[in-house]
């Protein structure tokens, strides 16, 4: 039973056989749709819109029941999670346990939250599972009903990966490597790999005029690097399914949910003056060197052999590999082989 009053800055309902009361002030964005739901009659759900401590209960409820070899527990305000019968507790990392709270508060269904922890669990390595908690405190990528997550991939204007030219990255595709060949170390930020990132790494993907950006699907159980630079915004997995692809405009913008798709979208980006660099079939060694040696002449940088270092032509100043990387916008793996071309 419910009781609930409704005032001009603000609205409460009770619960009269718990106790607790939920109270909404008028300067919250859920303020109307729970007056709505309260004057629906729809309080259970009200309440669980309105109460995030509500709503994870209801959401260790549903965990719980929905699986028996998977089951959740609250203790002391913190999460804890089973996957042995009850025998062994775990308690759940702050980064899925604040991914719940905030879908649940906000009404949303936490289902994928079960399935991508419950896919998580299933990685082969304990190290993968631990950075993937450090992306997900650092990104906000949705999570599919299935419990994989989307994120984002740069792509050359014909739709093959960047890095060997050899995956294409066309929506609809899975593309797939041995788990073996997948460099696992952190601290090797370009290395091999099947290679994704967020949002917040786009800037510095070495994207360019002509370049795609394509969201692919990604089954945290796949995973296996996510490297230490840039704030652990990006990763390497072993597979990925290639789901949508977003316009230019859009990269700028949060990515939700609702922002991938079946089919691609048009982009248009205008004259490609790349060309060359992105060719539809891939360099030798010597044609790779001879356009990266050209686009160093035009943005005024130099590797020095001497002391193995980037440099900017004019002033001599010493200009990290990930400056390099963003100011001639092509793979880290190819700048790597520049850089070996003077050993």
């Not at 260790?60 to 002391?76: C, E, T, W, Y």
């Not at 940088?301 to 990930?322: H, L, P």
């Amino acid at each position: 039973m419910y009781s609930y009053i409704i005032c001009d800055d603000l609205a409460t309902l009770v619960n009269c056989e718990t106790g607790v009361s939920t109270t909404v002030h008028q300067d919250n964005e859920k303020f109307e749709r729970f007056c709505s739901m309260l004057g629906e009659g729809d309080y259970a759900n009200a309440e669980q819109f309105a109460n995030a401590k509500v709503a994870v209960e209801k959401f260790v409820d549903n965990m719980s029941n929905s699986a028996q070899d998977f089951v959740v527990r609250i203790d002391g305000g913190n999460l804890f999670y089973s996957d042995d019968g009850s025998v062994t507790w775990k308690q759940l990392h702050n980064a899925i346990a604040d991914r719940i709270e905030q879908k649940a508060s906000k009404g949303y269904s936490v289902t994928p939250m079960l399935n991508f922890v419950k896919n998580m669990l299933c990685n082969p390595s304990k190290t993968a599972i631990d950075e993937l908690y450090l992306f997900l405190e650092n990104t906000h990528l949705p999570i599919t009903e299935d419990g994989c997550f989307i994120a984002y991939k740069i792509v050359g204007p014909n739709y093959m990966d960047l890095y060997s030219g050899k995956f294409d990255n066309s929506v609809g595709n899975v593309c797939e490597m041995p788990r073996r060949e997948v460099d696992d170390r952190r601290d090797k930020v370009c290395s091999n790999g099947l290679h994704f990132c967020s949002k917040e790494y786009l800037p510095h993907y070495g994207s360019h005029t002509g370049s795609k950006c394509m969201l692919v699907k990604i089954n945290p159980a796949d995973v296996v690097s996510i490297p230490s630079d840039y704030n652990n915004a990006k990763g390497r997995t072993c597979k990925y399914e290639v789901v949508g692809e977003v316009e230019s405009l859009s990269w700028r913008e949060d990515l939700t949910e609702r922002d991938y798709v079946d089919s691609p979208v048009v982009d248009s980006f205008g004259e490609d003056v790349f060309d060359d660099y992105f060719n539809d079939q891939p360099f030798d060694e010597d044609e790779l060197l001879s356009s990266i040696e050209r686009l160093c002449v035009e943005n005024g940088v130099f590797y020095s052999a001497n002391d193995m270092q980037w440099k900017n032509s004019s002033t001599g100043e010493y200009v990290s590999r990930s400056t390099i990387i963003d100011i001639l916008g092509i793979p880290c793996d190819d700048v790597i082989t520049y850089e070996e071309n003077f050993l």
